[in-house]
């Protein structure tokens, strides 16, 4: 098993440019989530979803927009990207949201916006 | 109000002897989880510990336990025989809700010395 795979690992954008990124899973995990980690700082939830077809905002959801058309992929889009989106960005999946079913990580996105 | 906080931003530890890291939380949910993860200078996110708001006993896993104190609403993590390796970042997480959503601290960078 490959486990949580995030494409691509670097990337540099321009001011205004749009990309996304695109993360994967085959442990048939219900739950996904996007977090950013800037500098010397925690994980924040930027999109999360419960399922296939359906997501939700998290702590930071502005300027970006997410989708999970299938249930092992998803989504996160930077319509117009600026430079205070530069940050690592990381996905996660869990199998369930209770007792001890940790968030499996992704090797994480390291973007740069100039 | 800061719902988890880890107050020391670097700490240092002798080689073979216990640590302690320090984690409060702040939730009105009577469910949730609580999760250290460590996060080596190459970047990935690795799960340390679980321990569940209802769980009697203290959870261990090898060398690392965490000191659950429910009514300070604290959950420290111990590291017994610091190795090199286990120089990192080291991030506290809570789970809250249905949905699984977490929120993490700021960080403890814990440096290992030879």
Redesign the interface.
């Known amino acids: 098993n490959a486990g949580v795979t995030q494409t691509p690992k670097f990337r540099v954008l321009k001011t205004g440019q749009s990309m996304t990124l695109l993360c994967a899973q085959d442990m048939n995990h219900e ?1 996904m ?1 996007w ?1 950013r980690q800037d500098p ?6 930027i999109h ?1 979803s ?1 399922g296939e077809g359906t997501t ?1 905002k ?2 930071v959801p502005d300027g970006y927009n997410v989708s999970r058309l299938k249930k092992q992929n998803f989504l996160l889009g930077l319509e117009s990207a600026a430079p205070s989106q530069t940050s ?1 960005y ?1 996905c ?1 999946s ?1 199998k ?2 209770l ?7 992704g ?2 996105t390291r973007l740069t916006v100039l | 109000a800061q719902k988890i906080t880890q107050t020391q931003p670097g700490m240092f530890v002798q080689e073979k002897e216990a640590v302690t890291l320090d984690c409060t939380y702040d939730t009105s949910d009577p469910s949730y989880g609580l999760f250290w993860y460590k996060q080596p200078s190459s970047g990935e996110m690795i799960f340390l510990i679980y321990q569940g708001s209802y769980d009697q006993q203290n959870a261990t896993e090898g060398r690392y336990s965490l000191n659950f104190q429910k009514a300070r609403k604290s959950a420290n993590l111990v590291i017994s025989a610091s190795q090199l390796g286990d120089s990192a970042m080291y991030f506290c997480a809570m789970r809250e809700g249905v949905a699984g959503k977490s929120t993490f601290g700021d960080g403890t960078t814990l440096t290992v010395k030879p």
């Open positions: 739950y989530y977090y010397g700082m925690g994980l924040r939830l999360y419960v939700a998290g702590e690592v990381f996660a869990s369930e949201t007792g001890s079913n940790e968030q499996f990580f090797p994480g």
